[in-house]
């Protein structure tokens, strides 16, 4: 499986973004995706992620109710719509496939997109 995240960038505090990441290969519709993120100096970690079928998902505690996760399997794509970002969610995000739920363990990783939130 190939992914490639794409729709990073900067944006003032309180701002919008939507990350996308394209997956090709094999099944995605299969696969349980996540979203993580990894700031300068820190060690990654868990962003979203959500089940095969879509109907659920998970979210670390410092972005629920702003971000949301979701997927379009007939594009075999998954989002990360980010709203009301915060100069703290400032990272290299990166998609990854075919996790064990809870976990962070995935088996695929795409290359980051950059996201800078500005103050």
């Known amino acids: 499986v190939q992914l490639q995240a794409s729709g990073g960038g900067l944006v003032q505090a309180g701002g919008v973004l939507r990350l996308s990441c394209a997956a090709s290969g094999r099944t995605f519709s299969n696969y349980v995706m996540g979203w993580f993120r990894q700031a300068p100096g820190k060690e990654r970690e868990f962003v979203a992620a959500?089940?095969?079928?879509?109907?659920?998902?998970h979210y670390a505690d410092s972005v629920k109710g702003r971000f949301t996760i979701s997927r379009d399997s007939g594009k075999n794509t998954v989002y990360l719509q980010m709203n009301s970002l915060k100069p703290e969610d400032t990272a290299v995000y990166y998609c990854a496939a075919d996790g064990n739920w809870g976990t962070e363990a995935y088996d695929y990783w795409g290359q980051g997109t950059p996201v800078t939130v500005s103050s």
């Open positions: 959500i089940s095969w079928s879509g109907a659920s998902t």
